[in-house]
């Protein structure tokens, strides 16, 4: 049995080029409109996920600012019971001083303690509000973050069902390209592939439909679609860049465009009569 040697893919002809191209097209086509069918949701699914872990880390950043409220609040009562124990030992020692200037000198001290815990006092009360706007913003953080946690569940199980349904004949259309685009020049393959991106409907090769081009739909001089359907070179439209092929070539029957009846003038039908 002999074995069948396999063309390099420059030796095709142009026909032979084109022709694959479109069958590659037509490939990709079909695994686009699978994407299609799962619509937005992929990037749905993206975006529960991104805020569900800004929502969780905000309620990190939250619960440690109870944490240094709290701490706060602590270390400020220390510092007042501190504060009151230094008052009450200036106030022991005022009843034994020796003079009116050590007397005044403790009064001062006793003023400033006073004053110290009064601003731990302000400082207490800060605290306690901060906590008590982190500790209700914590809450609906949580109950925000338990909705996601249900809309993420229920879209990624949206999202599975759809992608479990077009699985297998994604994957197979994908083994499909791989095998078409092994038979296409590889210069050929990427001009194709830089078109099909800058294009909004992933059309990188298109026929000719009404003598205009079949992706932008603007007209075609006779002379050009006459040299696309010779196939002998590759011809890209030149208002949108998309290869051109013939309606034939693609495997696509166009209907006859009927020529429009012309009417006879009045005065030529007068003069026939």
Known sequence: MTKEIKKDPSEYSVEEKLKSL?????????????????????????????EVVGLTTRIENYNADIVNCNKGIKEHEHNIEATQAKIAKFEENQNNVRNNREFDALNKEIEFCNLEIELS????????AALVTRQEEVEESKALLAERRDDLERKKIELEEIVEETRKDEEHLRDEAKVLEGSIDPRLLLSFKRIRKNTRNGLGIVYVERDACGGCFNKIPPQRQLDIRMRKKIIVCEYCGRIMVDPELAGVQVEAVAEPVKKRSSRKKAAEE
């Open 22 to 50: 479109y069958q590659l097209q037509t490939v990709l086509s079909k695994i686009d409109e699978i994407r299609t069918l799962r619509g937005e949701l992929p990037l749905e699914v993206q975006d529960l996920e991104d």
């Open 121 to 128: 006092q302000k400082k207490i009360r800060e605290f306690k």
